[in-house]
């Protein structure tokens, strides 16, 4: 069983910036890929960035290219967002994701309010 577990939310002023970090743990061995996503209130979840476990290729969804960067530190199973230049409508729920031997793990998500 793998456990992944967010951090870094919080309530930020538009402009401002948050950084989330994302723990995978218990049977996490080799993570092919990790993720972020988001979900706002009556909208589905949306893929917000991702990388690569052994190559750390990046995507970006384009709604954040130029002001979010994915992260990872592979000793750690760890993944960070830093977030920049966050405005009200990135205000949503955050989750990451682990994808370890074919299989996805979420974790509970953090809230990210960013306030005009």
């Known amino acids: 069983q793998v456990q992944v577990v967010e951090s870094g939310g919080g309530v930020v002023q538009a402009g401002g910036s948050l950084r989330l970090s994302c723990a995978a743990s218990?049977?996490?061995?080799?993570?092919?890929?990790m993720a972020w996503a988001r979900q706002a209130p009556g909208k589905e979840r949306e893929l917000v960035a991702s990388i690569s476990g052994s190559a750390g290729i990046t995507y970006y969804a384009d709604f954040v290219k130029g002001r979010f960067t994915i992260s990872r530190d592979m000793s750690k199973n760890t993944v960070y967002l830093q977030m920049n230049s966050l405005s009200p409508e990135d205000t949503a729920n955050y989750y990451c994701a682990a994808t370890v031997r074919g299989s996805n793990y979420w974790g509970q998500g953090t809230q990210v309010t960013v306030s005009s």
């Open positions: 218990g049977s996490a061995g080799s993570i092919n890929f």
